[in-house]
């Protein structure tokens, strides 16, 4: 099992930046694929981006160029840098990893843009 904790969210104003941290309870060198997802109010979880032990990475369209995700393995941690927030980057986003199959989730962090 992985247990996952996300970090860093909180309030910040249109163009602002802020910096997710999640750590996990195992060696994520060994973890196939760490995510990023949010979900706004009233709205579905929906995929932000990836990174793969490979360090491979991939992003949601409307999120490219802005945020960048990274794994810090010394660290046992997954970061998302985001920048040039907007106001529909509103949402709780949550930490996950796909490991022998078996998908974990964090239970979230809230991030909130102001207009």
């Known amino acids: 099992q992985v247990q996952l904790v996300e970090s860093g969210g909180g309030v910040v104003q249109t163009g602002g930046s802020l910096s997710l941290s999640c750590a996990a309870s195992?060696?994520?060198?060994?973890?196939?694929?760490m995510t990023w997802h949010r979900q706004a109010p009233g709205k579905e979880r929906e995929f932000v981006a990836a990174?793969?032990?490979?360090?491979?990475?991939t992003y949601r369209s409307a999120v490219k160029g802005r945020f960048s995700i990274s794994r810090d393995s010394a660290k046992n941690t997954v970061n998302l840098q985001m920048n040039s927030l907007k106001p529909e980057d509103t949402a709780v986003y949550f930490c996950?990893?796909?490991?022998?199959?078996?998908?974990?989730w964090g239970p979230g962090t809230q991030v909130t843009v102001s207009s």
């Open positions: 195992k060696n994520i060198s060994k973890i196939t694929v």
């Open positions: 996950a990893a796909v490991d022998t199959g078996t998908s974990y």
């Open positions: 990174v793969t032990s490979a360090g491979a990475t």
